[in-house]
C-alpha cells in the first residue's frame, strides 16, 4: 500500500526558508507514477497545486511561487521535496504531496509577518 508522509513544516519568519519533504513507501519508484507535486490548502480551505512534475521531467510552478520555490525529486531516496524561499504570510497553510491518487497527511507551514 503506498503511502505518503510530508514532513519539514514549521512555524518561520517572513523572508524566511524551509524544506519540504515527501517520502513514499509501499512503490518501487517514484518514477512509477505519472505526476507529482505539492499542494497548498489556505486556511478558507482552499487546495491548488504551487509546484509538480505533471509528466516527464516538465516542472510547473504557480505564478505566485515562481522564483521562490523549487521542486525536486530523488528516486534512490523515494523523495520529493519542495525548497521554500524568501517566504511570505500568503504561503501560509497546510503543504500537501500527492502522486497520481495519492495523498499525504500534509504539513503546517506558517509564515509570520
Known amino acids: 500500500q503506498v503511502k505518503l508522509v510530508e514532513s519539514g513544516g514549521g512555524l518561520v519568519q517572513a523572508g524566511g526558508s524551509l524544506r519540504l519533504s515527501c517520502l513514499a513507501s509501499?512503490?518501487?519508484?517514484?518514477?512509477?507514477?505519472?505526476?507529482m507535486g505539492w499542494y497548498r490548502q489556505t486556511p478558507e480551505n482552499q487546495r491548488f497545486l504551487v509546484a509538480s512534475?505533471?509528466?516527464?521531467?516538465?516542472?510547473h510552478y504557480d505564478d505566485s511561487v515562481k522564483g521562490r520555490f523549487t521542486i525536486s525529486r530523488d528516486n534512490a531516496k523515494n523523495s520529493m521535496y519542495l525548497q521554500m524561499n524568501k517566504l511570505k504570510s500568503e504561503d501560509t497553510g497546510v503543504y500537501y504531496c500527492?502522486?497520481?491518487?495519492?495523498w499525504g497527511q500534509g504539513t503546517q507551514v506558517t509564515v509570520s509577518s
Open positions: 500527492g502522486m497520481d491518487r495519492f
Open positions: 509501499g512503490t518501487g519508484s517514484i518514477f512509477s507514477f505519472n505526476a
Open positions: 512534475f505533471p509528466g516527464g521531467e516538465r516542472i
